[in-house]
Nanobody
């Protein structure tokens, strides 16, 4: 059974940083690309970032609004994907989910709340 468990969210002031983690199980983690998506209050899902299975140079992508501020990475030995978020803005407030497409099905975690406010 595929399981994704996010952690690391919280309340942070504008300009602050958070690191989100997503622990994966139930599939061969190192063989699959992983993504982060978010849902702001009253809005739909927004893709944020992705990293391919290998995780090497050139393997990452970002939505324009987070480029230069967020960094996605993965540790295949720990079956974990991370999202380092720096220079946070109020508009980054959302529930953040990690995602994998495994055998043509989409899986999501339960999400972790990130609130950026003074």
């Amino acid at each position: 059974e595929v399981q994704l468990v996010e952690s690391g969210g919280g309340l942070v002031q504008p300009g602050g940083s958070l690191r989100l983690s997503c622990a994966a199980s139930g599939f061969t983690f190192s063989s699959y690309a992983m993504s982060w998506v978010r849902q702001a209050p009253g809005k739909g899902l927004e893709w944020v970032s992705a990293i391919n299975a290998g995780g090497g140079s050139g393997s990452t992508s970002y939505v324009d609004s987070v480029k230069g501020r967020f960094t996605i990475s993965r540790d295949n030995a720990k079956n974990t994907v991370y999202l380092q978020m720096n220079s946070l803005k109020p508009e980054d407030t959302a529930v953040y989910y990690c995602h994998v497409n495994y055998r043509t099905m989409d899986y999501w975690g339960q999400g972790t709340q990130v609130t950026v406010s003074s």
